[in-house]
Protein backbone atom coordinates (compact mmCIF):
# COMPACT_ATOMS: atom_id res chain seq x y z
CA UNK A 1 0.00 0.00 0.00
CA UNK A 2 1.42 3.51 -0.65
CA UNK A 3 0.41 6.68 1.58
CA UNK A 4 0.87 10.02 -0.13
CA UNK A 5 0.72 13.11 1.38
CA UNK A 6 0.73 16.39 -0.47
CA UNK A 7 2.54 18.93 1.28
CA UNK A 8 2.15 18.26 4.68
CA UNK A 9 2.99 20.65 7.56
CA UNK A 10 3.07 19.21 10.66
CA UNK A 11 6.08 17.20 11.34
CA UNK A 12 4.34 15.34 14.54
CA UNK A 13 1.46 13.66 12.17
CA UNK A 14 3.86 12.89 9.52
CA UNK A 15 5.99 10.94 12.07
CA UNK A 16 3.03 9.19 13.31
CA UNK A 17 2.29 8.37 9.91
CA UNK A 18 5.74 6.90 9.50
CA UNK A 19 5.01 4.36 12.77
CA UNK A 20 1.60 3.56 10.78
CA UNK A 21 3.33 2.86 7.55
CA UNK A 22 6.28 0.96 8.96
CA UNK A 23 3.68 -1.91 11.06
CA UNK A 24 1.49 -1.69 8.25
CA UNK A 25 4.19 -2.31 5.50
CA UNK A 26 3.32 0.81 3.62
CA UNK A 27 5.00 3.04 1.64
CA UNK A 28 5.42 6.37 2.59
CA UNK A 29 5.40 9.34 -0.16
CA UNK A 30 6.00 13.20 0.96
CA UNK A 31 5.29 15.72 -2.37
CA UNK A 32 7.08 18.78 -1.50
CA UNK A 33 6.74 21.60 -0.50
CA UNK A 34 6.98 20.24 2.91
CA UNK A 35 6.26 22.17 5.80
CA UNK A 36 9.71 21.05 7.73
CA UNK A 37 12.84 19.46 7.12
CA UNK A 38 13.31 15.50 7.21
CA UNK A 39 15.94 16.40 9.73
CA UNK A 40 13.32 17.59 12.29
CA UNK A 41 13.31 16.37 15.53
CA UNK A 42 9.61 16.81 16.00
CA UNK A 43 8.97 14.64 13.18
CA UNK A 44 12.16 11.85 14.08
CA UNK A 45 10.29 12.00 17.69
CA UNK A 46 7.26 10.86 16.65
CA UNK A 47 8.11 8.19 14.28
CA UNK A 48 10.05 6.91 17.33
CA UNK A 49 12.53 4.14 16.62
CA UNK A 50 10.92 2.75 13.00
CA UNK A 51 12.60 5.25 10.40
CA UNK A 52 14.79 2.13 9.69
CA UNK A 53 11.45 0.20 8.68
CA UNK A 54 9.70 2.70 6.54
CA UNK A 55 10.45 2.82 3.33
CA UNK A 56 10.04 7.26 2.66
CA UNK A 57 9.70 8.55 -1.10
CA UNK A 58 9.94 12.24 -1.51
CA UNK A 59 8.79 13.70 -4.56
CA UNK A 60 8.96 17.15 -5.86
CA UNK A 61 5.04 17.16 -7.49
CA UNK A 62 2.39 14.68 -7.17
CA UNK A 63 2.48 14.08 -11.18
CA UNK A 64 6.03 12.32 -10.25
CA UNK A 65 3.91 10.04 -8.21
CA UNK A 66 0.84 9.53 -10.48
CA UNK A 67 3.63 8.97 -13.39
CA UNK A 68 5.14 6.53 -11.76
CA UNK A 69 2.44 4.49 -10.58
CA UNK A 70 0.08 4.66 -13.05
CA UNK A 71 -0.60 1.24 -12.69
CA UNK A 72 -2.29 1.77 -9.36
CA UNK A 73 -5.50 2.92 -8.25
CA UNK A 74 -5.62 6.62 -6.85
CA UNK A 75 -7.56 7.48 -3.77
CA UNK A 76 -8.48 11.02 -2.39
CA UNK A 77 -9.42 11.42 0.64
CA UNK A 78 -11.17 14.89 0.89
CA UNK A 79 -14.29 16.27 2.85
CA UNK A 80 -15.63 16.91 -0.10
CA UNK A 81 -16.30 13.52 -1.95
CA UNK A 82 -19.73 12.09 -1.94
CA UNK A 83 -18.58 8.33 -1.43
CA UNK A 84 -17.41 6.91 2.29
CA UNK A 85 -13.88 5.25 2.26
CA UNK A 86 -15.43 1.67 3.25
CA UNK A 87 -17.10 1.70 0.14
CA UNK A 88 -14.66 1.08 -1.84
CA UNK A 89 -12.36 -2.46 -2.57
CA UNK A 90 -9.59 -1.35 -2.48
CA UNK A 91 -6.36 -3.51 -3.85
CA UNK A 92 -3.15 -3.83 -1.80
CA UNK A 93 -0.98 -1.81 -3.99
CA UNK A 94 -3.63 1.42 -4.22
CA UNK A 95 -1.90 4.94 -3.66
CA UNK A 96 -3.93 6.40 -0.71
CA UNK A 97 -3.59 10.04 -1.24
CA UNK A 98 -4.29 12.86 1.61
CA UNK A 99 -4.10 16.74 1.68
CA UNK A 100 -1.93 18.83 3.84
CA UNK A 101 -3.19 19.63 7.75
CA UNK A 102 -4.96 23.27 6.91
CA UNK A 103 -5.75 23.28 3.41
CA UNK A 104 -6.22 19.70 2.22
CA UNK A 105 -5.89 18.81 -1.36
CA UNK A 106 -5.46 21.33 -4.03
CA UNK A 107 -8.24 21.57 -6.04
CA UNK A 108 -6.07 20.55 -9.77
CA UNK A 109 -5.55 17.13 -8.10
CA UNK A 110 -9.21 16.82 -7.03
CA UNK A 111 -10.53 17.81 -10.15
CA UNK A 112 -8.19 15.71 -12.22
CA UNK A 113 -9.97 12.51 -9.66
CA UNK A 114 -13.25 13.30 -9.43
CA UNK A 115 -14.66 9.56 -9.51
CA UNK A 116 -11.80 8.43 -6.77
CA UNK A 117 -12.43 10.85 -4.12
CA UNK A 118 -13.64 9.22 -0.38
CA UNK A 119 -14.22 10.93 2.99
CA UNK A 120 -14.42 9.59 6.49
CA UNK A 121 -17.34 10.67 7.93
CA UNK A 122 -17.71 13.37 11.05
CA UNK A 123 -21.08 15.81 12.39
CA UNK A 124 -20.95 19.19 11.06
CA UNK A 125 -19.14 20.91 14.11
CA UNK A 126 -15.34 21.02 12.71
CA UNK A 127 -13.67 20.72 9.43
CA UNK A 128 -11.97 17.46 9.56
CA UNK A 129 -10.18 14.36 11.66
CA UNK A 130 -6.71 14.76 12.24
CA UNK A 131 -3.94 13.81 9.47
CA UNK A 132 -2.71 10.97 11.40
CA UNK A 133 -6.09 9.75 12.49
CA UNK A 134 -7.00 9.82 8.91
CA UNK A 135 -4.35 7.76 7.60
CA UNK A 136 -4.64 5.41 9.72
CA UNK A 137 -8.64 4.57 9.62
CA UNK A 138 -8.24 3.60 5.89
CA UNK A 139 -5.12 1.96 5.51
CA UNK A 140 -6.95 -0.36 8.55
CA UNK A 141 -9.99 -0.11 6.33
CA UNK A 142 -8.07 -1.43 3.48
CA UNK A 143 -6.26 -4.05 5.24
CA UNK A 144 -9.78 -5.35 6.62
CA UNK A 145 -10.58 -5.87 3.70
CA UNK A 146 -7.95 -8.11 3.18
CA UNK A 147 -7.84 -9.79 5.92
CA UNK A 148 -4.63 -8.16 7.49
CA UNK A 149 -2.17 -10.26 4.97
CA UNK A 150 0.72 -10.72 6.95
CA UNK A 151 0.37 -9.22 10.16
CA UNK A 152 0.02 -10.46 13.29
Not at 32 to 41: M, Q
Not at 89 to 96: V, W
Request: aromatic share 10%; hydrophobic share 40%.
Amino acid sequence: MHIVLVNPEIPQNTGNIARTCALTRSVLHLIKPLGFSIEDRYLKRAGLDYWDKVEVKVWDSFGEVAQNYRNSNIYLATTKAQTSYWEVDYQLDDMLVFGCETRGLPQEILERYPQQQIRIPIVDIGRSLNLSNSVAIIVYEVLRQHKFPNLK
